[in-house]
């Protein structure tokens, strides 16, 4: 079953999925993600200004595959550069169904749910996906991958990575192929700016601490963000319900009342507070003046809830094996039982046809036993006649 954080499907749903949607459900826009999902990322930035043709190749496939009337690429007030060379590679095609829309640099103007509704005025419902409104959203470098695949043949196998951050000495984007070290990436950059540099993969809000750069570059890996060693870890302090985390969430959720929730392990309970709408965006924790790490708790939470109806899945097949196995066993018997019975009558009237026949038999041997008596009486019978010429 496929996650339903909304966070997870902006960076991990498979295209394939996104792009079948059903006859049923008519598209009237796709979406081109064109905002950088987090301060410091500036990957779909480089890629635009360097990949228009791609990527607007792409876009056509996929407006040919969901039926899509009109395309809004979305890209962030900060990037002119990249407006530009859409808009003028846009004429330079006569590609008319396609618009480029500016949206605001405000983080998370690149969360899929919040741009949509900035670019359609829709909200997708809770729980749903964008097909629900109308919408299929991809970003740009899927729009270039698919370009890729379609016109070269040629899987997904490079991509543009942002190394970044002020642990590294020259900041730099790459268009590297899957796998290459993240070492690698940090000497092309010219290497970290001190020792002992954090790394994260991702971003200032929503990355995942690395424990080294021995690790490849994955088809999820948008940004190396290598920082300075943090000088003190804040202590964290408990929850003084101050509400500055509902007034920072762009979800509309309400933060303390997820983490109280998912601290105790009433699971049930941060569900029904909406804990799948949560985009792990993490403006929460970094308003929290209680320096609570709230996204941790969210993610353990979700976690928590897949594990647990994973098993319950489990148990549930487990059952149904178990109910069809008795099931088998008991047709087997009752097979077997109606096989003997029917053997039995068999042999009963096999029984029944050799006692008939040898009725029959017996019948004959009498009727031939009187026959050969009657004739023996009548040759006893018969006058004893005497010949004229025989001797006196
Ligand atoms: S911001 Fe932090 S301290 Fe304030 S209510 Fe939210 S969790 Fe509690
Ligand atoms: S609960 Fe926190 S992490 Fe989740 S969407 Fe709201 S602000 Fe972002």
């Known amino acids: 079953m496929l996650p339903e ?14 792009l079948n949607v059903h006859d049923h459900i008519p598209v009237e826009s796709l979406i081109i993600n064109g905002a950088e999902c987090e301060p410091y990322i500036t990957c779909d930035d480089r890629l635009m200004q360097e990949q228009p043709e791609e990527i607007i190749g792409g876009i056509q496939i ?18 002119p550069q990249a407006i530009a ?19 605001p640099t405000l983080y998370p103007t690149g969360s899929e749910k919040q741009l949509i509704q900035i670019l359609t005025g829709k909200e997708v419902p809770s729980g749903g996906r964008p097909a629900n409104v109308g919408v299929v959203c991809h970003n740009t470098a899927t729009a270039r991958a698919i370009y890729r695949a379609i016109h070269h043949g040629e899987p997904l196998i ?21 796998g290459t070290p993240i070492q690698h990436l940090v000497e092309q950059a010219g290497g970290y700016a001190q020792p002992d540099p ?28 290598i920082t300075r060693p943090a000088d003190t870890t804040p202590t964290v302090m408990p929850c003084i319900r101050c509400g500055r985390c509902a007034q920072s969430c762009p979800a509309s959720l309400l933060p303390q009342q997820l983490y109280w929730h ?22 929460c924790a970094y308003v929290c003046p209680s320096h609570i790490p709230l996204v941790d708790y969210y993610r353990f939470a979700k976690a928590e809830i897949r594990t647990q109806r994973d098993a319950k899945n489990k148990a549930e097949r487990a059952r149904e ?27 009963q009237a096999g029984d029944a046809d050799d006692s008939k026949q040898a009725a029959i038999r017996a019948a004959l041997e009498r009727a031939k036993a009187k026959k050969a008596q009657a004739a023996a009486s009548a040759n006893a019978a018969a006058p004893i006649t005497h010949s004229e010429n025989a001797p006196e």
């Open 5 to 18: 954080s909304s966070a997870w499907a902006a960076r991990y749903f498979p295209s394939a999925i996104k």
């Open 62 to 79: 996929m407006m040919h595959i969901i039926n899509a009337p009109q395309c809004l690429i979305g890209v962030e007030d900060n990037k």
């Open 85 to 103: 060379t859409l808009q003028a590679t846009l004429t330079a095609m006569d590609e008319t169904r396609v618009q480029v829309i500016t949206v």
């Open 158 to 178: 490079d991509r543009y990575v942002t190394v970044t951050g002020e642990g590294i000495t020259q900041p730099a984007n790459f268009d590297v192929p899957l």
């Open 198 to 225: 954090q790394l994260l993969d991702g971003r200032p809000m929503m990355g995942v601490k690395l424990p080294s750069d021995q690790i490849p570059i994955v088809k999820a890996t948008n940004c190396i963000l």
């Open 262 to 283: 998912a601290r105790a392990r009433e699971f049930e309970k941060a569900e029904n507070y909406h804990l799948f709408d949560c985009i792990e965006c993490g403006c």
């Open 321 to 347: 094996r178990h109910d069809f196995h008795q099931e088998r066993l008991e047709r087997a018997k009752r097979e077997k039982a109606e096989k003997l019975a029917k053997h039995k009558q068999q042999a």
